[in-house]
């Protein structure tokens, strides 16, 4: 049975920076587009970054670029989105997402497979 299972979320003073981890297990993330979201408390599910399987080409979306980098180890079935320069408004739980299927990849009705969401909270 495909899952991912987030990890790496936590309390941080603005301006810090925290590291997430996305592992997947019963499939091989190799040939997918894997992607981050983050869902803020009374908010819709936002698309945050994403990163292609082969070439590892990545999007952000404009409130996170310049400071979030999405990455990827096929060998290790994960998938990692380094947060820097955190900022109060960046407090949300963050999934993690696959099996994409569609032409909007910002689009979270287009992910069949998430993950449970790992909470991160920036102090000001």
């Known amino acids: 049975q495909a899952q991912l299972v987030e990890s790496g979320g936590g309390l941080v003073q603005a301006g810090g920076s925290l590291r997430l981890s996305c592992v997947a297990s019963?499939?091989?993330?190799?040939?997918?587009?894997m992607a981050w979201f983050r869902q803020a408390s009374g908010k819709e599910r936002e698309f945050i970054a994403r990163i292609t399987a082969n070439s590892g080409t990545s999007k952000y979306a404009d409130s996170v670029k310049g400071r979030f980098t999405v990455s990827r180890e096929n060998a290790r079935n994960t998938v990692y989105l380094q947060m820097n320069s955190l900022k109060p408004e960046d407090t949300a739980v963050y999934y993690c997402?696959?099996?994409?299927?569609?032409?909007?990849?910002?689009?979270?009705?287009?992910?069949?497979?998430w993950g449970q969401g790992t909470q991160v909270t920036v102090s000001s």
């Open positions: 019963g499939y091989s993330i190799n040939t997918y587009i």
């Open positions: 997402a696959s099996h994409y299927a569609g032409a909007r990849y910002f689009d979270s009705a287009l992910y069949r497979l």
